[in-house]
C-alpha cells in the first residue's frame, strides 16, 4: 500500500478523506498490564487467557500460547483510538463497526501502530455532514497485522 504520514490534526473534515487514501497515523501506545487487566475486569472477560499467568506458562496448548494475552477488545479500541485525531475530530455520528478481525495475539509490552484506508465516501441525509467507511489496521512493533475491521462514520463537511 502506498502510505500518506500521519495526518495529525484536528482539521480533517469530509472533503479532505479521498477513496482509496491510505494514512499512517502518527502515534503508536505500548500495551501494558494495567490495559489488559484493569479494562479486561471492567467488562467482566475473566478467561485465563488474559487473567491467568501460571496456567498459560503451564499449559501451552492453550492456542500455542505459554504466556498471557491482550483481549481482543483492547487491541481494537488502541488501534481506533490511535486513528482517531485523523479520522474522528469532526465525527457527528458513528454509524457503525464490522467485519472485525484478530489477527495475531496482543501480548503486553506489545507497541501497536495505527493505519487507516478511505473505503468509500458518499452524501447523507444531514446537509452538512457525509459518510464515510474506513477500514483500520493495527499492526505491532515487528509489523504484524493484528487487527483489521471496518468503520463507517456521519462526518461533518467543512464549514463554509
Known amino acids: 500500500m502506498d502510505f500518506m504520514k500521519g495526518r495529525t490534526s484536528p482539521d480533517n473534515y469530509f472533503e479532505d478523506f479521498e477513496i482509496g487514501q491510505v494514512i499512517a497515523h502518527a502515534r503508536g501506545k505500548t500495551v501494558t498490564e ?21 496456567r498459560m506458562n503451564r499449559q501451552n496448548s492453550i492456542a500455542g500460547f505459554n504466556t498471557r494475552i491482550v483481549y481482543g477488545g483492547i487491541s481494537f479500541s488502541i488501534v481506533i483510538g490511535l486513528a482517531a485525531q485523523d479520522t474522528g ?11 472485525i478481525r484478530l489477527r495475531a495475539p496482543v501480548h503486553h509490552g506489545d507497541t501497536l501502530y495505527s493505519f487507516t484506508e478511505v473505503l468509500d465516501k458518499s452524501d447523507s441525509d444531514v446537509a452538512d455532514a457525509g459518510i464515510i467507511r474506513f477500514k483500520h489496521y493495527g499492526v505491532n512493533q515487528d509489523d504484524k497485522l493484528v487487527y483489521d475491521g471496518e468503520r463507517t462514520v456521519l462526518m461533518q463537511r467543512r464549514p463554509k
Open 34 to 54: 494495567m490495559d489488559n487487566v484493569l479494562l479486561t475486569n471492567l467488562v467482566m472477560n475473566t478467561a485465563d487467557g488474559h487473567f491467568n499467568e501460571h
Open 89 to 99: 475530530e469532526h465525527v457527528l455520528e458513528e454509524r457503525g463497526m464490522d467485519k
